[in-house]
């Protein structure tokens, strides 16, 4: 059986059709199908329910799929051992806390340029790339760690960033007690460090996005805490930045599993980031 089958088997569960499939692996609709075919003859039994359109996933063919999903994993790991430890190679998938990949993304995938390792990434909250680092799903992710990281993550830090106050400049003069806060979710990792440092405020307004944040407070309707470089990329002429509660900032880490064989690699991985090998951190005050 050739690994080549599952990855398409793989994908093909995760895309949820066959033409959404063959598009991302570049390969033809036909040469796809065949593919799964000469599987399931292989494995003599039915993975999909042709009956309906686009074709399903038999249980047994989910099943079948978990299965792929481990022996995928494997041979990765496999292979990544039989690799020299100086640098990177082979691919590699990597999570991203979304609120900062705006930032860190960009930079990260242009050092990555023409080395020997491939990268597919994807963004989610600090706690669902933890949860996928640790079952496999994910090589590696970048997080803010908030509340600490499960024992079975090493972490590497990436960057210290500040929190500040933004708000309208007239209301900065008048004071903040009183005005509407806007609040990034607090049951984030940037969320949870807003949630101590401030407690409860008045009026809070919940927004999930930080561009929609900033643009509220340049609009004159309420102030905010956020991270420097988030207030900073945001932040017109109308608003004040203010200093943050003393101490208080957002750890961006990066997270692999221990023991794992990228674990090894950590530091070659973390010079991608500009973080050189011996340093534990990079302060960032601005984007």
């Known amino acids: ?30 040469a796809l199908s065949m593919q799964m075919k ?33 022996v995928l994993s494997r041979e990765g790991r496999l292979l990544e051992i039989c690799r020299p430890t100086e640098g990177l190679s082979g691919r590699y998938k990597l999570g991203f806390v979304t609120s900062a990949a705006v930032r860190l993304l960009p930079g990260f995938l242009k050092a990555a340029r023409g080395g020997q390792a491939a990268f597919s990434v994807e963004t989610g909250l600090s706690a669902v790339v933890q949860d996928k680092v640790l079952s496999g799903q994910l090589d590696a992710g970048v997080v803010t760690n908030a509340d600490g990281l499960p024992a079975g993550l090493s972490a590497r830090l990436l960057r210290r960033e500040p929190f500040v106050f933004a708000a309208p400049r007239a209301m900065a003069e008048a004071g903040l007690e009183g005005q509407t806060f806007f609040h990034f979710m607090p049951g ?37 805490l956020l991270p420097r470089p988030d207030v900073t990329r945001y932040a017109t002429q109308d608003v004040a930045v203010l200093p943050g509660p003393e101490g208080l900032e957002r750890r961006l880490e990066l997270v692999v599993l221990k023991g ?16 050189p090998e011996s340093a534990l951190a990079v302060e960032v005050s601005a984007p």
Request: overall charge neutral; glycine content about 12%.
């Open 188 to 224: 984030t990792g940037i969320g949870k460090l807003i949630a101590g440092a401030v407690g409860a405020p008045g009026d809070v307004v919940v927004l999930d996005n930080l561009e929609a944040i900033m643009e509220c407070v340049a609009r004159g309707l309420g102030f905010t």
């Open 1 to 30: 059986m050739q690994t080549r089958s599952l990855r398409t088997l793989v994908k093909v569960a995760q895309v949820g059709s066959f033409i959404g499939a063959a598009e991302q692996l570049g390969m033809t609709l036909s």
């Open 260 to 275: 794992s064989a990228l674990a090894r690699r950590e530091a070659a991985l973390a010079r991608l980031f500009g973080v």
């Open 38 to 70: 000469a599987l399931e003859a292989e494995l003599g039994v039915d993975l999909f329910d042709r009956s309906v359109r686009p074709p399903r996933l038999t249980p047994l063919g989910r099943q079948v799929v978990e299965e792929a999903e481990g």
